[in-house]
């Protein structure tokens, strides 16, 4: 059974940083390019960011660039997304899911997803 958690600190102050993280089990895991999403309230899932199998390709939104790093382990099978710089429009529910696809551009070449993560900044 294929599996992607998610996980970090929640609550955090506008300024500050925090690491979410994506464990992931049950698939071969560095077959698999991986994206962050977000979804705030009452707002559209909104793309974050996303590292390609061996971690050469790396895309993210205009709204993070220069705050958030994506980056992964595949020997634990852990992809990563350090938040930095927050604010209090970062708030929102971080999703992280696995698509076969290397570089992948859209939501339904997504296989697999977490169950989401709740980070919010306050101002």
């Known amino acids: 059974q294929v599996q992607l958690v998610e996980s970090g600190v929640g609550l955090v102050q506008a300024g500050g940083s925090l690491r979410l993280s994506c464990a992931a089990s049950?698939?071969?895991?560095?077959?698999?390019?991986v994206s962050w999403f977000r979804q705030s309230s009452g707002q559209e899932q909104e793309f974050v960011a996303t590292i390609s199998r061996t971690s050469d390709n790396i895309y993210y939104t205009d709204s993070v660039k220069g705050r958030f790093t994506i980056s992964r382990d595949n020997a634990k099978k852990t992809v990563y997304l350090q938040l930095s710089s927050l604010r209090a429009e970062d708030t929102a529910v971080y999703y992280c899911?696995?698509?076969?696809?290397?570089?992948?551009?859209?939501?339904?070449?997504?296989?697999?997803w977490g169950q989401g993560t709740q980070v919010t900044v306050s101002s």
């Open positions: 049950g698939l071969t895991f560095d077959l698999y390019a």
């Open positions: 899911a696995a698509s076969s696809v290397d570089q992948p551009t859209v939501a339904n070449q997504y296989r697999y």
